[in-house]
């Protein structure tokens, strides 16, 4: 396998999953120890709704900050394409990413903090 720009695409791609989803590309909880990609994808195939592949301490947060996650998590599977001449340039994804980002006084004012903190 030859490393190209469309192979760091893909591997960006993954480190949104991971970022999005709080878990790590390969561990053994992730249903039979499936890489993120392909447990995302049996997530989005099911009838579950995509907000469960987000990371449980985001949830509680405004629904403009849930809907810009779940856009992308759309964008990082476009990132995962199994075709390499399917997924993005990294230009093509940072333009992507740029439309996403809403200002700040479209999120409602909260008082929650971005990630709920563990009860330790």
Known sequence: ??????????????????????????????????????????????????????????????DQMVQEMLQTLGIAMFCVNSSPAERPTMKEVVALLMEVKSPAEEWGKTSQPLIKQSSN
């Open 1 to 62: 396998m030859n490393i190209t720009e469309k192979s760091d695409v893909y591997s960006y791609g993954v480190v949104l999953l991971e970022i999005l989803s709080g878990r790590s590309a390969v561990e053994p909880q992730i249903g039979d120890g499936l890489h993120i990609v392909e447990w995302v994808k049996k997530k989005m195939g099911s009838f579950e709704p995509a907000v469960t592949i987000l990371d449980s301490k985001l949830q509680g947060l405004p």
